[in-house]
């Protein structure tokens, strides 16, 4: 019974580690997209202004990632 424990309790964190890895890794590749990346303009617009298409694709990309994030950790925390 008390190995039964102790395997649950290293599966979960090692789920909980997996899951702020992935974060983390969310985190830093966002950052370099900022950096490195031209996000104000793609030329999408025919009149030729900037519509800053890049930076509201990076965020509907961010809101989706974290929506998923909240309910993983959710579901982690639902379970324990």
Known sequence: M???M???VFSGSFCEFACRLMETGLEDAT???V???NLN???TRYDGEV???GWRVLEMMDV???GMFFYLF???IFLY
């Open 2 to 4: 008390h190995s039964y």
């Open 6 to 8: 102790v395997i649950l």
């Open 31 to 33: 950052r370099w997209m």
């Open 35 to 37: 950096l490195n990346f």
């Open 41 to 43: 303009d793609w030329e």
């Open 51 to 53: 519509d800053g298409m």
């Open 64 to 66: 989706a990632t974290r």
């Open 74 to 76: 959710s579901i982690y």
